[in-house]
């Protein structure tokens, strides 16, 4: 109920505020719905089902054995477990643009970052193989399985409500950044949280873009021990990717579907 509650809001108040007025084209429409619906409908309850058995069968004297260890331990050590694979798996997905061997995990990602606006249906523009292979689902299905479902709970909600923020069209960290005082402060916060900023940093080019940088989801702070942490002055000049985007239907079904059809961003 929160998934909804919340993602709608944000999504309604975007919508009556006219964030999303003429910013898509056919290509988007058909990207995005597609993304959301065959994610809800194939890829997360496939997931669900093959790691509910998988870890049985893999994992069976794990079963249950956090379940007497603190709620908030446990939530605050899968977190840095779920931000370290994360961290690793998304910045070598953007690795494989120039890496042959990586150029298929590349490709997968590629259709979340080839929309060319902010808003929060770009939390739904995942292309459903990219779904099975991110390291949030199989965390929290961990954490599941090792007796805490109310740490697990907590990580959904967590990431589920952060991802909104951080992709929505609502740049209030502008304000706060500017701040003479505060904004020192919020700078320095940024160097371990993820801020709307540094995402929408993330999914831009140009001037303050920059897709190479900043690969964390909720916490920055392997960016900054890494040394791919970018904190931006401003917005990025551009949201997307440069150059015309591959056809919807590689988009949505890659790898099943290669070089199909023409580029699609004028559709």
């Given at each position: 109920m929160f998934y909804l509650a919340f993602g709608l809001s944000v999504l309604g108040l975007e919508i009556a505020l006219g964030r999303h007025r003429g910013i898509y084209t056919r290509a988007d429409w058909l990207v995005n719905l597609l993304c959301a619906g065959i994610g809800s409908a194939v890829s997360r309850p496939v997931l669900a089902i093959a790691l509910a058995n998988g870890f049985g069968l893999l994992l069976p004297g794990q079963r249950n054995m956090l379940a007497h260890d603190p709620v908030w331990v446990v939530f605050a050590v899968m977190l840095l477990v779920d931000e370290f694979l994360f961290y690793w798996v998304h910045r070598l997905s953007h690795q494989g643009r120039n890496k042959k061997w990586l150029t298929w995990l590349w490709k997968l990602h590629r259709t979340h970052h080839s929309g060319k606006y902010m808003t929060t249906l770009l939390v739904f523009r995942i292309n459903p193989v990219w779904t099975l292979i991110q390291p949030p689902a199989w965390v929290i299905a961990v954490t599941l399985y090792m007796g805490q479902p109310m740490a697990a709970a907590l990580l959904a909600v967590t990431e589920?409500?952060?991802?909104?923020?951080?992709?929505?069209?609502?740049?209030?960290?502008?304000?706060?950044?500017?701040?003479?005082?505060?904004?020192?402060?919020?700078?320095?916060?940024?160097?371990?949280?993820?801020?709307?900023?540094?995402?929408?940093?993330?999914?831009?080019?140009?001037?303050?873009?920059?897709?190479?940088?900043?690969?964390?989801?909720?916490?920055?702070?392997?960016?900054?021990?890494?040394?791919?942490?970018?904190?931006?002055?401003?917005?990025?000049?551009?949201?997307?990717?440069?150059?015309?985007?591959?056809?919807?239907?590689?988009?949505?079904?890659?790898?099943?579907?290669?070089?199909?059809?023409?580029?699609?961003?004028?559709?």
């Open positions: 589920y409500a952060w991802n909104v923020v951080t992709h929505s069209n609502f740049r209030w960290d502008d304000a706060v950044r500017r701040a003479p005082v505060v904004g020192r402060m919020f700078r320095l916060a940024e160097h371990v949280f993820v801020s709307p900023g540094l995402h929408h940093t993330h999914h831009g080019f140009g001037k303050d873009g920059a897709n190479y940088r900043n690969f964390g989801f909720i916490l920055s702070v392997f960016d900054t021990l890494f040394g791919t942490l970018h904190v931006p002055q401003g917005r990025p000049w551009r949201y997307g990717l440069p150059g015309k985007n591959p056809h919807w239907s590689e988009e949505v079904f890659y790898p099943l579907v290669r070089g199909a059809g023409r580029a699609a961003d004028s559709e």
